[in-house]
């Protein structure tokens, strides 16, 4: 693996941690818990911060490694662990994908086959994939550049239809504000477990500090879509849209000119949901070649497998949008905690208690 910027690897935080957030967590959070939405997303990144750091310490601890083959020297079954870290891969990179596809069809392509649109997406994913982690980060640092100057526009045209009445009363759906936080934690903040596929000294001037400070820009832009949501629209317009923060985009205007971003939003949640799909399966290649060491010139065929499978899967788990929302909620949010948080948690222990060099 070549070296990547320190820079570059923050990208990669950015995008990660924006990645279906528009496209499905703002959705959740806001039909769960109204208008104290922006409460729940605030505990969320408080709690973020737990797995965070449990990430940032063990690349920190062990800085010529990276989580799998970690695995490998710390635990006498390491790879059985990969093997259920596969497994978890496979089937959080299959639901990111069929919302990739839902939120392609339901606002560009309303009148195309699912199935045609989940092709015309796996095919360059696939391809990224086979691509290297410096190649991948070099594309998402000129993306995050765009993404920045956009996102700056629309926080200044959305300031004046913002109404800070529209959040009052506090605290009228208190009982869910927990669960919404774990939500959040779980669909936008867990994803950073990939980045540990890059070892430490393979990120030019790496720093903690500065990838908290990138954690801590993404997760408060995210705060901020969440109370314009509610700021603008009102709690009973906000849970009408499927997508609202998309819909407070057709409402920004600057000086007259600079109208309708809405579009550009959405090319940037593709764009995010594309990345994080893309390092999933770059991570779930790397165990598979980790785990079974087969011969170079089959890797290819390892990442078209997967995307295949992906593809597959894509196309059966599924049947309604009300199957995929069901799923989302509970059991995907149990699977995200007990192999992206919980396993990490307990290599973090052993480290602690793993005084001998790891060679």
């Not at 696939?126 to 765009?146: G, P």
């Not at 598979?288 to 990442?303: G, L, R």
Request: glycine share 2%; hydrophobic share 50%; aromatic share 14%.
């Amino acid at each position: 693996m070549e070296k990547i910027t320190s820079l570059e690897y923050n990208t990669l935080i950015w995008f990660i941690i924006r990645a279906c957030f528009v496209e499905l967590t703002i959705t959740k959070v806001l039909a769960l818990t109204k208008q104290d939405s922006w409460i729940s997303i605030l505990i969320g990144i408080i709690i973020g911060l737990i797995p965070f750091s449990i990430f940032e310490y063990i690349k920190n601890k062990y800085p010529n490694y990276n989580y799998i083959i970690l695995n490998k020297k710390l635990f006498k079954y390491g790879n059985i662990i990969n093997l259920i870290i596969l497994i978890g891969c496979i089937i959080l990179s299959t639901c990111i994908f069929w919302i990739l596809v839902h939120f392609a069809n339901s606002l560009f392509l309303y009148k195309t086959n699912p199935l045609i649109i989940s092709i015309a997406f796996i095919i360059p994913i696939c391809y990224a994939s086979t691509k290297e982690m410096h190649i991948i980060s070099k594309v998402s640092l000129i993306i995050f550049y765009i993404s920045v100057i956009f996102n700056i526009m629309i926080m200044t045209g959305l300031t004046s239809e913002i109404d800070i009445s529209n959040i009052k009363p506090l605290f009228e759906n208190k009982s869910k504000i927990i669960e919404t936080s774990l939500i959040f934690t779980a669909l936008n903040i867990t994803k950073i477990f990939f980045l540990n596929i890059i070892p430490k000294n393979k990120v030019i001037n790496h720093s903690s500090k500065i990838n908290y400070l990138t954690y801590f820009i993404t997760t408060i832009n995210l705060l901020d879509i969440a109370l314009s949501s509610v700021c603008i629209f009102g709690i009973d317009l906000a849970t009408i849209y499927e997508y609202p923060a998309f819909q407070i985009l057709k409402r920004v205007n600057i000086l007259g000119i600079i109208s309708k971003l809405e579009s550009i939003l959405a090319i940037e949640g593709i764009f995010s949901i594309f990345i994080v799909i893309t390092i999933i399966i770059y991570y779930a290649k790397a165990i598979i070649i980790q785990t079974f060491k087969p011969k170079e010139k089959t890797n290819k065929y390892i990442t078209i497998s997967i995307c295949s499978i992906i593809l597959i899967l894509n196309n059966i788990m599924f049947q309604t949008k009300e199957e995929a929302n069901s799923f989302f909620i509970e059991p995907l949010i149990y699977i995200i905690y007990i192999i992206f948080v919980f396993l990490p948690l307990i290599t973090l222990v052993k480290s602690l208690y793993h005084t001998e060099n790891i060679k």
